[in-house]
């Protein structure tokens, strides 16, 4: 029996929770995978069951953004990501992927960080790939579309090569495990700015303390009603702001930002193809319903925490001027035509 499992099981199993740098050590473990699918297992069952600290996603994220190959930004370039969990079975629209596009054609640098879809019809990967943006792109082609258009995206399995050592046992749990929270923790470009969702509420003030440790100039992470990952245009929206060291509660309403409230109903999404149609409507003046006030809404979000704009119904302002111009649609058209050509030369 392998020791350094028997004794990190019973200490799991016992209660008792890991300091940041055993996190950091245990993670070490899984992916130079010095435990058996059947122990790796065990011990990540125990964590769920026991419930992850706030030290411990801390560990793992900074492990894995130690060991992932390195995005590097222009000189000065303070970038955005929008990101969530998944998991929280809502079925929705992606709307953090076209916000995190709307923040582009407002100014912003963004650094999309995502995969194909794990928990729903349609994850980032697949919605921007129906959009007809390249994702599978070398980390220089990346860099080359982010200088040429203020947007990028990394697929997740190109930067974090080693985790594919948990992918089966993961596969063959088939449960929610840490991993799951972690994607959203582990880009590996250096982000100034992040807007990042939870599936559950008790995820915030641990989430909250894994970003304290990456440096983050401003971030938020948020759940809003009825159990969704993003800012929610249904109703309240609980959120903890971080800054750099410092964090706050607060919480949000879809009128703070002058938007009316909708049902989940409304924010329904389907495959795709179909998410990356609606948005082209969107971003075309076709679509003005409830899933537009739900992606401005979380775009000036993004916008206020970059400072783009004092307050969120200021950026609500920036957001709606930016699509009904037609600037967004030129932004959208522009990262698709330069993915295909970075995607061509890199």
Known sequence: MNQKYSELAESILSGKPLAFEEAKTVMGLFLEEAFTPVQAGVILTALRMRGETGDELAGFSTYLRERAIPFFLPAGTKAVDT????????????????????????????????????SSPSGSADFLESLGIKIDLSPFAAGELLRKTGFTFLYAPNYHPSVKAVQKIRQELGIRTVFNILGPLINPAPICFKLMGVYDHKLLPLVSEALKHQGVERAMVVWGEPGLDEVSPCGYTRAILVEKERTREFSLLPRDAGIEACSLEDLRGGESKENADKFLALCEGRERGPLRGAVILNTAVILWLAGKAENIKAARFMVENILDSGIALDTIRSIIRVSRVCAEGG
């Open 83 to 118: 990101c969530g969990t998944g998991g929280d079975g809502a079925g929705t629209f992606n709307i953090s992927t076209a916000a995190a596009l709307l923040a582009c054609a407002c100014g912003l640098a963004v650094v999309k960080h995502g995969n194909r879809a794990v």
